[in-house]
Every structure is written in C-alpha cells, then in structure tokens.
C-alpha cells in the first residue's frame, strides 16, 4: 500500500473524534461532515477514499494537529509498538480508575481481560477506549 493511501485509510479511524467533538453518534458521521470538521473540502475527502488523489505530507500533518495524535501517526504502515503500548496503558489505566470511581472489587485477572478487550477494540477503531464498551463489561461482573 501507498503511503499517501496509508494515510487516507488510517484517517478515517479517527472519525470518533469527530463525533465525540460533536458529541453526535459515531454512526452519524459522514464523509462529508467529517471533511468540512476536518476543514476540507468534501470532494477532496471523496478523491482520497476513492483514490484519485493522494495526501500528501502537509495535509497529514495538519490532521494529526486537529486530532491532536502524535506527528506523523498518519504514516504509520506497520505497527509502531510505542503507540500501541502507550495506548494498552491507557487501557489499564481507565480500567482501574472505572473499578475505583464505582466502587467495584475485581480480581486482577478479570481486570486483565476487560482492559485486554478494550484495548483490541481500540486498536481497530483509531485507538478510541470506548466507554460504552467499558460499562458494558462491567455490568456482566
């Protein structure tokens, strides 16, 4: 794969941000609202997905900046284990801080597996904690 197209195909991961910043479903984001967010015009957005035009490195850049994600995250072809592994802390972390903030006693081991399945359901969508998944989890205990 292009870089350019590695780019595109690693921005979409971050349309929960955009929803988030909205405070709208995930499942509501268009292209379109996405790229005027983005502060694009929508046909480039389109000439990206569909693969008529590339990005490039400054149009990468300035996302990364609006996303507030590390600079050069965009152009990440293979898995950077720095990221990953910053972001499975994250994962552990917000599991601890939810047991702690509701007063929830759990053993490790189970505290393991809910800030495992968080963590690869974050890893596949933009390196997201969904909250939503994290209650649901917690709830069966």
Known sequence: MKLETQRFFNLEKFKWKY??????DASRVT?????SWLGIAPKYYSNWKNQKKFMNSVSA??????????QF??????????IFSE????????VRKHMIDHSINIDSTT???IASQLFHQGKANGLR???AL????TLTL
């Open 19 to 24: 929803a988030q910043d909205m405070d709208i």
């Open 31 to 35: 292209d379109k609202s996405f790229a």
């Open 61 to 70: 850049r300035k996302f990364e900046k609006k996303l507030d994600i590390p």
């Open 73 to 82: 995250t965009l152009d990440v072809i293979h898995v950077q284990e720095d």
């Open 87 to 94: 972001f499975q802390k994250d994962c552990f972390l917000e």
């Open 111 to 113: 505290e393991i597996s």
């Open 129 to 131: 904690i969904d909250q």
């Open 134 to 137: 994290l209650r649901q989890l």
